[in-house]
């Protein structure tokens, strides 16, 4: 399976943060890359997916996650976030572990993020709606939370995408390879 599926313990577990000694290793480097691969598969059936993954998702439980920003790939290691402003958006939330059921959930809309990159150096980054509505998504799967959880905390109805796409044959088709992909 390219993507643990919901059902999955590894998805309920607290990933560990890397040491700048396992960011420099193989074993890591090697992830990254794996992980940009399965991006890299998504988007070449999606061209709007395809731009962020959680290291526990491919079976790895380290606090590491992979975004797609403006077209390049950035890896975040052992990221903390913090909301720069009291604001809040609705973010329409897609999960490639359970990616047959949407939910819109109430995100920060503006944090700052710390991490390391994948030379080990510190980073910060300000960013807002749908890049930092992924990063709080991506982050929650670092510590075993799935949308579902926070669905259900806030009253938010999951709806599949049997019946979001209903109207979208095409769309509805693509998605389902997307999901056979990722089970694959
Ligand atoms: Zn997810």
Redesign the pocket.
Known sequence: MRIRQVGDPILREVSIALSPERIASSETQALIQRMQNILNGIKAISDENGN???AP?VGSLVRLILLRIDGVFTAMINPEYRPSSERTFMFE??????YDQRVNLKRWYEIDVEYLDSDGEKRELSCRGELAGLIQ??V??LNGV??TDRAEKEGAQLSSIDTLLTDQPDRLAQVKIMIDYMRG
């Not at 939330?93 to 359970?98: G, I, N, R, T």
């Open positions: 962020a993954l959680s998702q939330e897609e999960c490639f572990s359970l998504h991506e929650d799967h799935l949308f």
